[in-house]
């Protein structure tokens, strides 16, 4: 099992940034890729960017390419989603979740609050 623990949600003002963390715990070697999603009110959760967890190649859903970037912290097991040039339109239920292969995520973390005001 991997357990997964998202903090750095909060309100912030459009054009502002903030800094999402993934801390993993549990059985981690089993990691092959993680990413963000997100899911704001009456809509379907979105995949936002994902990361191979080895190499540390990245993918961005179009909306968010040049303002968010998705990093990964060996050491620390800890992934990273730096978001920057926010709108309101990013305001969301953001989660980070983990998986074995390169089907589902089966992992999953709470999710944390990200609201951009007007």
């Known amino acids: 099992q991997v357990q997964l623990v998202e903090s750095g949600g909060g309100l912030v003002q459009a054009g502002g940034s903030l800094r999402l963390s993934c801390a993993a715990s549990g059985r981690t070697f089993s990691i092959y890729r993680m990413a963000w999603f997100r899911q704001a009110p009456g809509k379907e959760r979105e995949s936002v960017a994902a990361?191979?967890?080895?190499?540390?190649?990245?993918h961005y859903t179009d909306s968010v390419k040049g303002r968010f970037t998705i990093s990964r912290d060996n050491a620390k097991r800890t992934m990273y989603l730096q978001m920057n040039s926010l709108t309101p339109e990013d305001t969301a239920v953001y989660y980070c979740?983990?998986?074995?292969?390169?089907?589902?995520?089966?992992?999953w973390g709470q999710g944390t609050q990200v609201t951009v005001s007007s």
């Open positions: 979740a983990a998986g074995r292969g390169k089907g589902a995520f089966e992992y």
């Open positions: 990361i191979l967890w080895s190499v540390g190649s990245t």
